[in-house]
């Protein structure tokens, strides 16, 4: 399938990073478990690594911010107390958090040099995927969620129907995980998403008319990496602004989609000054529309179990021509 450039759309002013991806900044590792069984599993999870160390005694500066809180995000309120990650990040499906938690618990107990860890703060963000999979079942499962952690690679990022994506739904399309980057002067920034969410889609400001009948309510997670060093407040406000990306694809901002971004910066440099961060911001509304787009179209069509319905479930991919 192609992603959004390959049919010539191009978001924005600022190039993209050689990989258009998360993975274009540093040495930030992806993974993805893909559980795509039997007629009722589809469903994953999908580890981001800021770094390939040891997280909890090498932690990145990082900013959270949430628009609408109709979630269950794991490790919020001491990644907004104070600034900074101390796991790598878990995506997986909302009944699923629990076992996030643990996995990433026991991936960093068992880091050397973590043997009187005490304390830890795991990081899971989640979407339900309930209307194409069985999401009652206890899947992925712990070992599943830190095979993901062990595996994690820099490199080109898979999208579509896989990891955590691999049972959400976008504006009644099938969605998934998605990724872009841009180039901002010295500095390259990207954005990975978990796409899930309902509205009236928007490409690169044209309505696709078949969407708009699609369901409101949905969530998404944006993970934003960046080499820029910005501290924690500008990385909360670099987070805030690719909501706006959000905005931009036609997301429908209801009661019932939970809307979280998180940042994190891979440099340990002296934080830039506010009004250095406007070219950021900037460029992480591109990515993040762009993040979101490329998830739509690498997906597939996909049938699976709507447990809400407890009946089968067809979903189609979006599809568009070459510009």
């Known amino acids: 399938m192609p992603r959004a450039r390959d049919l010539g759309i191009t978001i924005g002013r600022f190039p ?124 992925p499962t712990i070992a599943e969620m830190r095979q993901v952690l062990d595996t994690a690679k820099g490199g080109p990022v898979a999208e579509g129907c896989v990891g955590a994506g691999t049972g959400t739904i976008s504006f ?9 980057s841009r180039v901002v002067g010295d500095h390259t920034l990207g954005v990975l998403v978990q796409s899930n969410f309902g509205g009236t889609l928007h490409v690169d400001g044209s309505d696709v008319s078949e969407t708009s009948e699609a369901d409101a309510d949905g969530s998404i997670v944006l993970i934003i990496a960046t080499d820029a060093p910005l501290c924690a407040r500008n990385l909360t406000r670099l987070a805030t602004r690719s909501f706006a990306g959000l905005a931009r694809i036609g997301s429908a901002l209801s009661n019932g989609s939970g809307d979280y971004a998180l940042a994190f910066s891979v440099s340990g440099g002296e934080g830039l000054t506010n009004d250095a961060c406007s070219p950021l911001f900037e460029a992480v509304i591109e990515a993040a529309e762009e993040a979101i787009l490329n998830a739509l179209l690498m997906a597939e069509d996909t049938t699976g179990y709507d447990a809400l319905m407890d009946c089968p479930n067809t979903v189609r991919a979006l599809r568009l021509k070459q510009k």
């Not at 919020?76 to 618990?105: H, K, S, Y």
């Not at 107990?109 to 995927?129: F, K, R």
């Not at 009644?172 to 872009?180: M, R, W």
């Open 16 to 139: 993209p990073g050689r990989l258009n991806a998360i993975t274009d900044v540093g040495q930030v590792a992806v993974g993805h478990v893909t559980l795509n069984e039997g007629a009722r599993t589809r469903t994953g999870a999908t580890a981001i690594l800021p770094h390939p160390g040891n997280l909890f005694t090498d932690r990145p500066r990082a900013g959270l911010s949430v628009l609408n809180g109709f979630g269950k995000f794991a490790g919020a309120t001491q990644v907004q107390e104070l600034g900074e990650l101390e796991t790598p990040i878990l995506l997986t499906n909302t009944l699923a958090v629990g076992r996030g938690v643990e996995a990433l618990v026991q991936h960093t107990l068992a880091q050397p040099g973590n043997e009187l860890v005490t304390s830890i703060n795991a990081v899971v963000g989640e979407t339900n995927d309930g209307r194409l999979n069985d999401i009652r079942a206890a899947r």
């Open 172 to 180: 009644g399309l099938k969605g998934g995980i998605g990724t872009s």
